[in-house]
């Protein structure tokens, strides 16, 4: 039984943000399941070899294409462009994100603007335009890649704090909408995962600080969400949705 649970052959899945970190390890856990696999990300470069990567070994498609989720133009012709090849998207990933670190009384008008089109605005887009498909085949996953700061705080981290919390918000009130199609939407919402936006804004200390916070006492591997997504992306969480799953290694018990 475990084995057809979370089973994803002849389902297509699309994952923006797919060319590294979080996003190449959740396609690499769905092609490992069966699903054929489309990735976006803004460098074809990286996107060539994380295609690779992800389909090495394996008997499925991996499709790849380059978008700037900041163009709305872009968004939309990637909906297009990963139903044309792969025929149709059973899953959508919405794991694309920026973090610009500002303090609240030092936000520019740019920087909030650019956050907010990447980490909000496209996943609503992306959304709506995949949406119409899961609903005429009744089936549908949608997972928002929110953050452990959707639901806490941390300096600085207020544009992408703000984002992220509405992602599952959006999550919640989508899952009413889509649920009587069979469609399913949710948040997974990650702790220290070590990826290259941490690597980039925290110092070693910082590093060290949400290492120690954590019940595990370390970061994670970015192969270590590749199972919660895929439990929410098949039938083995056909009854979860509207949800805001934290995968943070217990540093949000972590009270004192």
Not at 70 to 95: F, S, W
Not at 129 to 158: D, E, F, T, Y
Request: proline share 3%.
């Amino acid at each position: 039984m475990s084995s057809t649970l979370f089973n994803l052959s002849g389902k297509a899945a699309l994952v923006t943000g797919g060319s590294k970190g979080l996003g190449k390890a959740m396609a690499r856990g769905f092609a490992e399941a069966g699903a054929d696999v489309f990735i976006s990300s803004r460098n074809a470069e990286e996107l060539k070899a994380a295609a690779a990567e992800i389909g090495a070994g394996l008997h499925v498609k991996v499709e790849w294409m380059v978008a700037d989720m900041a163009d709305r133009a872009a968004v939309k012709a990637l909906a297009v462009e990963a139903e044309q090849r792969l025929g149709k998207i059973d899953i959508l990933v919405n794991n694309a994100g920026i973090n610009n670190p500002q303090a609240i009384d030092e936000i520019t008008d740019e920087v909030w603007d650019r956050n907010v089109e990447v980490d909000l605005t496209a996943v609503m887009s992306l959304t709506r335009a995949v949406v119409p498909g899961m609903k005429a085949r009744k089936w549908g996953r949608i997972i928002h890649i929110s953050s452990v700061l959707g639901v806490g705080g941390r300096l600085k981290r207020n544009v992408y704090c703000a984002c992220k919390a509405a992602l599952i918000g959006l999550a919640r009130a989508s899952a009413l909408d889509l649920g009587p199609y069979g469609i399913t939407v949710n948040c997974l919402c990650p702790g220290p995962f070590l990826t290259d936006m941490p690597g980039k804004l925290l110092n070693d200390e910082e590093k060290q600080y949400f290492a120690d916070r954590t019940a595990v006492k370390r970061w994670a591997a970015p192969r270590e969400l590749a199972g919660p997504a895929l439990m929410l992306a098949s039938e083995a969480g056909s009854y979860i949705t509207g949800q805001g799953i934290v995968v943070d290694g217990g540093a949000a018990v972590n009270v004192l």
